[in-house]
């Protein structure tokens, strides 16, 4: 979007809005209300909610710019009212908009927040639904705190509701010594269910996700943990503590394994010497300098989550050879993992081996590097 395009005070609260929200917040598109498209004045929001998004048009007019915006909702929301127009004589309960204050860069971020509303209108929604499953899974999740729900229905889709349900009560956060996470990391379960308006003998299954924060997958990979099986007749109040189970057990697990992969990369210095750059907090990534002769290059070794059971991933760079039709680019090899390899040996061993296949290996890729540099004469 061109910023100077952008009248400046709704520039200011638009920029204080995505930078100081809690939620991660996006602008999927800007367009502009007058007939000579002069200014951008309006734009649609993506704001995060039941593990997915839900999209509202911000309205302003950039003519007159001191006025608050509108918001309009999704056309399923028709019916949220979040201000309502109070009756004749009653005196109106101040919001966000009749305070309205252009000069003021957090009324926008003060307003969307305000909206969290919404909230209760879905729950609201979801408790009007006549499913006789819903209502009593309803009643049973209800003690736990910080659960979003979602009506979805339309003319082209089923209805269904959506619950987003933060599992586990420990701070991730402080599990990992050095993590500079900006926000606070989670884990949640999506339950879908689709309404059914008819008793049925034997419900299925809801539909399960496991969901977490993006910056989570550098301890622990949500893709590769397996959710328990959903027993018949099961409801979500059996099926939570299960879960919740497993997955501190897992979480655990991979706190522990950063200490594993740190003591191997201190191990690979006694062959390697120091690290040139290393992964401090989660240890994932290592780059030592190595040489055969007068031919130096880097080593970059790349560690999975599952190690030891999985072997790191090991990537050649020639600090001597470089690609002249791609902005000199040092040369690398492909990624190498065909080199012994057993979890049971001890991180001496392991680094010991490693450097044994690289004195054999290297010379495999110098011989590499040459020929690339005869291919681009």
Not at 68 to 86: K, M, S, W, Y
Not at 130 to 142: A, H, V, W
Not at 305 to 323: E, G, K, M, Y
């Amino acid at each position: 979007m061109a910023v100077d395009s952008i009248p400046p005070i709704i520039l200011t609260q638009l920029n204080y809005l995505l930078t100081h929200s809690p939620y991660s917040i996006k602008v999927e598109q800007m367009w502009s209300g007058s007939k000579n498209h002069a200014y951008l004045d309006r734009f649609t929001l993506l704001i995060p909610f039941c593990l997915d998004y839900i999209k509202w048009d911000v309205i302003y007019n950039a003519q007159f710019p001191l006025l608050p915006p509108d918001v309009i909702f999704g056309p399923e929301d028709e019916t949220f009212r979040p201000f309502p127009a109070g009756r004749e004589g009653e005196i109106k309960a101040k919001n966000s908009l009749s305070d309205w204050n252009c000069k003021d860069p957090t009324r926008l971020l003060l307003l969307i927040h305000e909206l969290s509303l919404y909230m209760a209108y879905q729950k609201k929604r979801v408790g009007e639904v006549d499913d006789e499953r819903l209502k009593f899974e309803i009643n049973t999740m209800y003690s736990r705190e910080g659960i979003e729900m979602y009506m979805s229905s339309g003319v082209d889709k089923p209805e269904e509701v959506k619950f987003a349900v933060p599992l586990l009560e420990m701070d991730l956060n402080k599990m990992v010594a050095g993590a500079t996470w900006r926000h606070q990391q989670k884990i949640y379960l999506q339950v879908i269910y689709p309404v059914s308006r008819k008793y049925l003998a034997m419900a299925s299954a809801p539909r399960l996700k496991l969901i977490s924060s993006p910056e989570l997958k550098a301890l622990f990979s949500i893709d590769e943990f397996r959710l328990p099986s959903w027993l018949e007749g099961m409801c979500m109040a059996e099926y939570l503590p299960t879960l919740e189970e497993m997955l501190e057990s897992q979480i655990r697990d991979a706190v522990s394994s950063i200490e594993v992969r740190r003591k191997f990369i201190t191990a690979l210095a006694i062959p390697f010497g120091r690290p040139l750059e290393a992964d401090p907090v989660f240890c994932r990534k290592a780059t030592f300098l190595a040489c055969s002769g007068v031919f130096t290059f880097l080593v970059h070794f790349t560690l999975p989550l599952q190690f030891p059971r999985q072997q790191p991933a090991l990537v050649l760079q020639s600090s001597q050879h470089f690609h002249s039709h791609s902005g000199n680019a040092p040369i690398k090899s492909a990624i190498l993992q065909d080199y012994p390899w057993s979890p049971r040996w001890d991180v001496s061993q392991m680094a010991e081996r490693i450097s044994d296949y690289l004195m054999e290996e290297c010379l495999n890729f110098k011989k590499h590097c040459n020929e690339v540099l005869v291919q681009q004469r």
